[in-house]
C-alpha cells in the first residue's frame, strides 16, 4: 500500500502563489499516476490534475489549466501542484491520489488518498 502525506497549504492573497506537496511512502511510487483533487465547502470533490508515471505526460481541469502546474520528482516520492494566479474560487481541501489507471479523472479511478491540506485564498 502507499501512504500520502500532503503539506504546504495555506493563506494567500488572490492572484499570488502557493506550492503544495505530496509525500509518498514505499518503494513503488513511479508506477503510479499521481493526481490533486480538491474539495471546497458544500461541493463534491473534483478532479484538479494528474501526472502520469514519469511525470513526461500531465492534465488539468478546464478550470486550472494554465494557472497550475503538476509535477513530481520520483527520487523523493514527492508530487507537487504548483498554483499561480489564485482565486478566490480556488480555496479548497487539496488532496493527493494515487492510480493505476492511466490518466484517471474521477475519484473512484484512484487507489489511495492522502488527508489533505487547507488552501485558503483572500479577496
Known amino acids: 500500500q502507499v501512504q500520502l502525506v500532503e503539506s504546504g497549504g495555506g493563506l494567500v492573497q488572490a492572484g499570488g502563489s502557493l506550492r503544495v506537496s505530496c509525500a509518498a511512502s514505499?518503494?513503488?511510487?513511479?508506477?503510479?499516476?499521481m493526481g490533486w483533487f480538491r474539495q471546497a465547502p458544500g461541493k463534491e470533490r473534483e478532479f484538479v490534475a494528474g501526472i502520469r508515471r514519469s511525470g513526461a505526460t500531465t492534465y488539468y481541469a478546464d478550470s486550472v489549466q494554465g494557472r497550475f502546474t503538476i509535477s513530481r520528482d520520483n527520487a523523493k516520492n514527492t508530487v507537487f501542484l504548483q498554483m499561480n494566479s489564485l482565486k478566490p474560487e480556488d480555496t479548497a481541501v487539496y488532496y493527493c491520489?494515487?492510480?493505476?489507471?492511466?490518466?484517471?479523472?474521477?475519484?473512484?479511478?484512484?487507489?489511495?488518498w492522502g488527508r489533505g491540506t487547507q488552501v485558503t485564498v483572500s479577496s
Open positions: 491520489a494515487a492510480s493505476t489507471n492511466w490518466s484517471p479523472k474521477y475519484g473512484y479511478e484512484y487507489d489511495y
Open positions: 514505499g518503494r513503488t511510487f513511479s508506477s503510479y499516476t
